[in-house]
């Protein structure tokens, strides 16, 4: 049920204009033998399903993420948003008795695939929680370093990578003297953008975002949102959101789903002004929801 | 118009008041209970001014300074009261059992406290769903073994049977200090290794409380920057658990320290210090137990195993008092009826006190 | 496409081998459980000949074997009858007196005092006293009682309060929470209705908590049996059968105690027989808790 444009727009994205600095980010490893797509990376998903036991949660959707863009995924509550986003980057199966099939392609690697390591997706694909959950026996900087440190990124290398994560979510006027200071000492939304550079500090390559806005104040929303808009320059983002303006206001296009399936996926203007289901209309006007 | 008047019902009182003898259970009720329960203040005091009391006798002659620095338990000095009455002979004092009620715990937390937090580690976040219910009823279960058995068990079983190993360890690592000498089996290491094992399940227990209450979402945080389970449990369980499991090793400790019977044949029940912690030597604990029956024609004896009672009681009401504000008991704080209280704490009574 | 290996063969490494190790450490812990059952079960079923649980201990003297001697007379040291009906009705004396009292505290504490300062204080020493080692309680006892010569010496019922008063703080906190548990609707159902509170406690709180109460109280009398300290000093030595409290007494915690000081093989393997009684009862009482708790509307 995707649109043919969304579809030729993916065929094009990989030679579009490469974000500066984007080459220049992964300063681990190249892993060996794989070249990890120059650019924009796109997730694509085909007949994903999802279980929640025997509780068939994801019904075989098609779902493509195009690179460097903001697909935002909207439906009422229950409809499967955060499950998809949560199969994404293999989250989900840490649910006990949840599985999900199917594959997901970050740009030609399927992370379902048989021997794919979920850690290294993990670090791939970064994700930002519903309600901001900053370590809380860590200081600001331990944060934001906390994955670097995972692969032993040495202190000098760190602390520049720390500070540009802090810089790039616009958090480093707000505590660059406090650095020290515990990460759940700051406001809802500063926590927010904490966890949000804590996630880029590790330089994935899509960046999901579960409802990262709702446990926040309309002022740090439009903060984030500001900061979403800067972010898809060097990343693709997908978010989940209940919140239909929020997707119009963020989003290069949307989807929306109902009880587990993909209804309509269109860019953001179309869904909202010219919706092609009849269940999209009926939820974008808020008949139902 | 007609004013409403209360509802009157027969005898000219309205239903809105309780007669004062309605009221009656209620009020002996609320203070009647109350009263009991500042009971329990009243005995814990109790406790504290009948030990006292008894070894006064004791600190006054013998001088609380000396009666726990001094190394020799010299137990014929006492049946000559008039030497230690007068303080100018007297040479007797309870080092020896300080440090055998020391040096036993403190060899049972290092050895216990790993292996229970381990255990909690395993148990909460590596286990398989379906073992965890009966892998915890198990470890649980060494609670329910009564101290009286750990020290047939220890005595019978493990002194002998160890008796090869602690020889080995002693004679492999003898040039650490305190360390190695002839091992005749009931040691300070063995009884500290018994000692371990009673308080695992009150320590793991406890921690696994602890580790239970780590808010999921610093795990799945954690996770989702690409961490290893082990990497996980590293970042977000135990920076979050330290103190609650620190509180639950502390309330091990006051077990160990107060632990008697297991201790009082495993430990050897010499009263002489021993030089290595593989040597024989006497708890503060087992001392009363076994030397209390000959204790009792001679007061200023007793008197000195009251002071050994005494210096349990304080040692065992510090750490418990500190401990206490590191374990946040579940089922505290909560309001009545609130039902998230953590269900089975009934069954997992972790606590109970050294015997 | 090749495999993603993003995670370096160290950090895999080390992520399996502290798995492993908190694997094994659990393994550990579960081996000195097996090792005791083990010889709880061997020497004590061995030990149980005929006449154990229908003779009591006796006075004989029994001599070790000296090699090269000639072998010692066989002596007969009697079995374990008065320790159990001692055990049995000090235990239940104790149950008696701790058990209402320590729901009564709890009650208190749950329905009256809640959050109040004394209601705090009284909840922190409770703790404080489950942490009090159990000799205490004995010299307690002996001191106010035994020296004083009250209603004789050592005796079986002074024992029991010297156990009473060690279940006690674990009754109070395992009724507490059961307590705790009772949804306050309930309650306010019939607070609303007009009922006054202590009909409310007595009419819809204990019978709800009920089964709780009774699965707290099981393991507490569970903990009582196994103590050997508070009664070394207040009960007495006795071997002969008596029901009476009155008299001092026998238990099969001292019984133990004082078979394993005499450290000749037919005290010890009595002292294992007696032990596996001992741990039997004990276990009976938790399996009857579990079950009741398993019924539970609350648990």
């Not at chain 2, 005595?155 to 008796?163: E, N, Q, S, T, W």
Request: aromatic fraction near 6%; charged fraction near 15%.
């Amino acid at each position: 049920m995707i649109p043919p444009d969304t579809e030729s727009k993916e065929q094009t994205v990989s030679t579009a204009d490469q974000p500066a600095g984007q080459q220049a980010s992964v300063s681990q490893p190249t892993p060996a033998g794989d070249e990890r797509a120059q650019g924009g990376h796109s997730i694509i998903c085909k007949d994903l399903n999802a279980y929640y036991g025997q509780f068939h949660s994801i019904k075989g959707i098609d779902f493509v993420c195009p690179a460097n863009e903001v697909t935002a995924l909207i439906g009422p509550s229950g409809s499967g948003k955060s499950t998809v986003v949560r199969c994404i980057n293999r989250m989900h199966e840490e649910i006990p008795g949840a599985r999900a099939e199917g594959s997901v392609k970050l740009d030609d690697l399927d992370v379902y695939g048989a021997g794919v390591d979920v850690t290294s997706v993990r670090r791939l694909i970064g994700m930002v929680f519903q309600k901001p959950n900053p370590f809380p026996t860590m200081s600001i900087f331990d944060n934001v370093a906390a994955g670097l440190r995972l692969t032993g990124t040495r202190s000098d290398n760190l602390r520049e990578r720390v500070h540009r994560a802090l810089r790039a979510v616009g958090l480093w006027g707000e505590v660059k003297n406090r650095l020290n200071a515990p990460g759940i000492g700051l406001s809802g939304g500063q926590q927010q953008r904490l966890c949000i550079a804590r996630t880029v500090a590790v330089e994935p390559e899509v960046i999901l975002m579960d409802e990262p806005c709702s446990a926040l104040d309309p002022v740090a929303t439009l903060k984030i949102e500001e900061l979403i808009d800067e972010l898809k320059e060097r990343y693709t983002i997908v978010i989940v959101t209940h919140n239909m303006q929020q997707a119009a206001r963020v989003a290069n296009s949307t989807a929306f789903m109902l009880d587990g399936e993909l209804i309509e996926h269109a860019p953001t203007n179309d869904i909202f002004t010219n919706p092609k289901d009849e269940r999209t209309e009926r939820y974008v006007t808020g008949k139902f929801g | 118009m007609e004013a409403h008047a209360t509802t009157v019902v027969s005898g000219g009182r309205s239903v809105l008041d309780r007669s004062p003898l309605g009221r009656l259970p209620d009020q002996v009720l609320k203070f009647g209970l109350a009263g009991v329960a500042a009971g329990v203040l009243v005995l814990l005091a109790g406790f504290l001014a009948v030990l006292i009391s008894e070894s006064s006798s004791a600190f006054g002659n013998i001088g609380v300074f000396h009666f726990l620095f001094r190394n020799n338990w010299d137990t014929s000095q006492l049946q000559q009261g008039a030497a230690c009455a007068t303080g100018s002979h007297c040479t007797f004092g309870a080092w020896p059992m300080v440090v055998g009620t020391l040096a036993t715990s403190a060899i049972a937390l290092i050895i216990g406290v790993p292996i229970a937090v381990a255990t909690a580690l395993f148990l909460t976040e590596l286990c398989p769903r379906r073992a965890r219910g009966p892998l915890s009823i198990v470890v649980d279960l060494l609670a329910a073994v009564p101290s009286v058995v750990y020290g047939l068990w220890g005595f019978i079983v493990l002194a002998p049977k160890l008796r090869g190993v602690q020889q080995w360890l002693a004679n492999t690592f003898s040039f650490l200090p305190f360390w190695g000498g002839q091992v005749a089996g009931p040691s300070y290491f063995l009884a500290g290794l018994v000692l371990a094992i009673m308080i695992l399940p009150i320590v793991s227990a406890i921690s696994r409380e602890v580790i239970a209450t780590v808010p999921p979402e610093n795990k799945e945080a954690a996770l989702a920057l690409g961490a290893t389970r082990w990497e996980m449990i590293r970042m977000a369980v135990i920076p979050y658990a330290r103190p609650g499991i620190t509180g639950g090793a502390m309330l091990g400790l006051g077990r160990a320290v107060g632990e008697t019977i297991a201790v009082a044949y495993v430990i050897g029940g010499s009263t002489t210090l021993g030089h290595s912690i593989f040597q024989q030597g006497q708890s503060l604990a087992g001392v009363i137990a076994l030397q209390f029956g000959e204790a009792q024609s001679t007061p200023l004896y007793k008197s000195t195993l009251f002071a050994a009672g005494l210096i349990l009681f304080v040692i065992t009401l510090l750490v418990n008092l500190v401990a206490r504000r590191y374990v946040v008991r579940a089922g505290r704080g909560k309001r009545v009826g609130g039902g998230d209280a953590a269900p089975g704490i009934a069954e997992a009574e972790p606590e109970p006190s050294p015997a | 496409m090749s495999a993603l290996q993003l995670v370096s063969a160290r950090r895999r490494r080390t992520d399996q081998v502290m798995r492993g190790v908190l694997g094994v450490a659990t393994l550990i812990a579960l081996v000195p459980l097996a090792l005791i059952l083990f010889y709880l079960l061997s020497k004590g079923i061995g030990a149980i000949k005929s006449g154990f649980f229908s003779s009591d201990p006796n006075l004989s003297q029994c001599f070790p074997h000296v090699p090269g001697a000639p072998p010692p007379p066989p002596c007969n040291i009697g079995g374990i009858r008065s320790a159990i009906l001692g055990t049995v009705e000090i235990v239940g004396l104790a149950t008696v007196i701790a058990v209402p009292l320590g729901i009564i505290v709890a009650l208190w504490l749950t329905e009256y005092g809640k959050e109040s300062p004394l209601a705090n204080i009284v909840r922190y020493f409770v703790d404080v006293m489950t942490g009090v080692p159990s000799i205490v309680f004995g010299l307690f006892v002996y001191t106010l009682l035994v020296v004083s010569h009250v209603g004789g010496d050592a005796v079986g019922w002074k024992g029991a309060l010297a156990v009473a008063l060690l279940m006690l703080p674990i009754v109070i906190r395992s009724a507490e929470v059961v307590l705790l548990l009772v949804p306050s609707s309930l309650r306010e159902a019939a607070l609303a209705l007009g009922s006054p509170r202590w009909r409310v406690v007595t009419r819809v709180v204990l019978p709800t908590a009920g089964p709780g109460l009774i699965t707290g109280s099981l393991l507490a009398i569970a903990r009582g049996a196994g103590e050997t300290a508070p009664l070394l000093f207040t009960i007495g030595a006795a071997h002969v059968l008596t029901g009476n409290l009155g008299q001092p007494m026998n238990s099969l915690p001292t019984q133990i105690f004082s078979d394993l000081g005499q450290n000749t093989s037919a005290f010890v393997d009595r002292a294992w027989g007696a032990a596996l009684t001992l741990v039997a009862m004990i276990l009976l009482l938790n399996l009857i808790a579990r079950a009741i708790s398993r019924r539970s509307r609350l648990a």
